[in-house]
RNA sequence: GCCCAUAUGGCUCAGGGGUAGAGCACUUCCUUGGUAAGGAAGAGGUCGUGAGUUCAAGUCUCACUAUGGGCUCCA
């Protein structure tokens, strides 16, 4: 038996730890390295070996679950003590400590009565068994501790070397929130040091492309303490950025036969109570009083569009019918959730809803899903889509509901495009297919969505006339590509690391003149920019050429322009290009013409 | 909302009971420079807010506010 290894394979595609496949065991072998079945097994020994740390230095610990995740591995447990940041280090040189005493991991089992009987104590423990239902219960045992495991484990503490206690955080057990919160802490760990360094550097590299960190130095937003938490200011910079994408996306929409519209931000409270919002979503809402009248701040823009359709009479000639609208939304998210410019209690969505018959909900959720690719596709995002189906709160049959939740798999489904399904995650009047993308640390958000809905359409009484000259219901398909502005700007910078494309960069072109006597020509050069949309500022502050160079190329802009006497004589510019990391000389022509090859990459 | 942590000039941070410090940014002056920091001088903070302990509080305690990391993924 070679002495690096872990475990096996078996035929089910199942890791068996060495303890569990005895002497002789026919399955593919786990070497310790770094692939992923070694790194599971590797991690969840790890999470024991802190809990056996834990135990040590915290007589009272109690332990709850502790499992392998994506990210690495994490134990809940609960301690009388605070645990902190600072505690973590102390935690981790016990583990090494305990390493050293070279402890085999030994696995037994017992019965569920004798577990039950033996944690009688233990109310974590008891939370743990009374979620499994095998009669036979295996422990495993490094040294004096022993823990309810069902594996797999490494076979001795020696593979345990390289971890990294990473962040120490509350849980409430179960997941539950009514439920009392335990102590997690969470680390990661590897093979072999290097992984563990290489995965440490790209944590620190991936926290420089924060969005927060990126859009406080570009000064692109900002949230004010005084003014309330998650409300965020659009600098000018960023306001700049904000616009170039509202003006691809709104020629995007008219393109595809979208027309704007545009709802009120509050409406009386009546209306939220038809919709049903002021029953289900009414503790996201903010409400107020006006003329003794109660009125809700819009969490959503479909019943002004409900109102604009209902305006005129319609007929099955208008159908499919698409407004939308740059919908500014309110919504009280819990404090503790608020993060940067991905989770806000004030966005604008690139709303739109489809009014339809049902014949068209096929079609119709094709084209959104071909608009929200060609959108991806234009920014280089890769992104997955989830079916998520009736929630907890609802309103409407379930027949209606699965007829909508039916819709939308059909058209997944028929055009060959893979999605998962997530149970009870749908909106409260409709299921829906999530777009969602990941963010620099691997935290995945939702953006685009798409929902079919047959049930607000009829608590607003919403009707067009048929062929047959009778009245029928439209479906209304609630639709956002980015989601919101505020949240896909966030991901955006992020994806680009500030070195935004030219046709979204806040500024695009920073021109240095080398001296005073190249001012003039600098600012011919930048009303001709400007007469192309390009928007450009010039560098000629009382500062060395080298620092104002340095300066402009900080700023993360496409071009920077260098313009001297030689440029002048020959009117041309010397370019150092972001993109191609070079720099070359062009005349003020073919400068124009790159700039507008490069705006024209930004339509879809 | 809950758990843990953090809060010092515009930004990044030092200072840990005895009346505030650095670098960058900013202002003025000198320098007019060909591709990532030229030089000098100056201005700017009731140390998040409010209470408390103390002869004395950025510094200790408490509350609040804001920010950060978490709170689906079963021994």
């Known amino acids: 038996m070679s002495e690096n290894l872990i475990g096996y394979i078996d035929n089910q595609g199942n890791i068996v730890d060495t303890q569990s496949a005895g002497e002789t065991f026919d399955g593919q072998v786990i070497e310790y390295n770094n692939s992923a079945e070694s790194l599971e097994i590797v991690r969840h020994s790890t999470a024991h070996l802190m809990a056996q740390a834990i135990t040590e230095l915290y007589s009272n610990a109690k332990f709850f679950v502790g499992p392998v995740v994506d990210e690495g591995f994490y134990y809940d447990f609960k301690v009388d003590e605070k645990i902190g940041e600072e505690d973590l280090k102390k935690i981790e040189k016990t583990m090494k400590a305990l390493i050293k005493k070279k402890h085999k991991i030994e696995k037994y089992e017992i019965t569920k009565t004798e577990a039950l009987t033996r944690f009688a104590n233990d109310e974590l423990k008891q939370a743990v068994l009374s979620k499994i239902d095998d009669e036979t219960i295996s422990v495993y045992k490094q ?20 971890f990294k206690l990473t962040r120490v955080a509350g849980a409430y057990l179960g997941g539950d929130e009514n439920a009392e919160m335990l102590t997690r802490i969470y680390g990661v760990a590897f093979a072999d040091k290097e992984s563990l360094k290489a995965h440490m550097l790209m944590l620190e590299e991936a926290k420089k492309r924060d969005h927060r960190k990126i859009g406080a130095e570009m000064e692109l937003f900002m949230f004010d303490e005084e003014s309330g ?84 009479g319609k007929s099955y000639r208008d159908l499919p019918l698409r407004y939308y609208e740059y919908g500014v939304v309110h919504r009280h998210e819990k404090s503790g959730v608020l993060h940067g410019l991905l989770r806000v209690r ?213 071009f920077v322009a260098i313009i001297g006497d030689e440029e002048m004589q020959n009117s041309t510019v010397a370019l150092r290009d972001r993109r191609q990391k070079e720099q070359y000389n062009l005349t003020q022509e073919e400068f124009m013409v790159k700039l507008t090859q490069q705006l024209n990459e930004g339509k879809i």
């Open 229 to 312: 938490a998650g409300l965020p200011f659009w600098m000018p910079k960023g306001a700049r950025l904000r616009h170039k994408l509202e003006t691809i996306l709104h020629k995007a929409h008219r393109k595809r036969g979208y027309e704007p519209v545009r709802g009120p931000e509050i409406l009386k409270s009546e209306m939220w109570h038809t919709s049903g919002h002021y029953a289900c979503y009414g503790e996201n809402m903010y409400l107020t009083n006006i003329d003794e009248q109660e009125y809700g701040i819009k969490p959503m823009n479909c019943i002004g569009h409900i109102q604009i359709f209902k305006q005129s």
């Open 346 to 558: 004030e966005f604008t969505q690139d709303d739109a809803h489809i009014f339809c018959t049902p014949e068209q909900i096929a079609p119709e959720v094709i084209k959104v899903v071909e608009f929200v690719d060609s959108v991806m596709q234009l920014f280089g995002f890769e992104y997955t889509m989830e079916v998520a189906t009736k929630p907890e709160k609802a309103i409407g049959e379930d027949a209606v509901w699965d007829l909508a939740t039916d819709g939308l798999k059909k058209a997944l489904d028929e055009n060959s495009l893979p999605y998962t399904i997530d149970e009870g995650g749908g909106a409260f009047y409709g299921p829906k297919i999530d777009v969602k993308i990941t963010d620099a640390l691997g935290r995945k958000w939702q953006c685009g969505t798409i929902q079919v809905d047959f049930n607000l359409p009829e608590r607003f009484n919403v009707e067009y006339v048929a062929e047959d000259n009778t009245r029928k219901q439209p479906v209304m398909i609630h639709r956002a590509i980015l989601g919101s502005f505020e949240r896909f700007i966030a991901i955006l910078t992020e994806h680009y690391a500030g070195e935004f494309p030219l046709f979204l960069a806040p500024t695009q072109v920073i021109i240095v003149p080398i001296s005073e006597a190249h001012n003039e020509y600098a600012k011919e050069l930048q009303s001709k920019l400007i007469d192309i949309d390009i928007d450009c500022e010039i560098f000629d502050k009382n500062d060395s050429l080298n620092k104002r160079v340095r300066n402009a190329e900080k700023q993360r802009v496409p």
């Open 143 to 162: 040294g004096d501790f022993e823990d309810l495991c069902r594996g797999p484990h490494v076979p001795a503490l020696r593979f345990l070397n390289n």
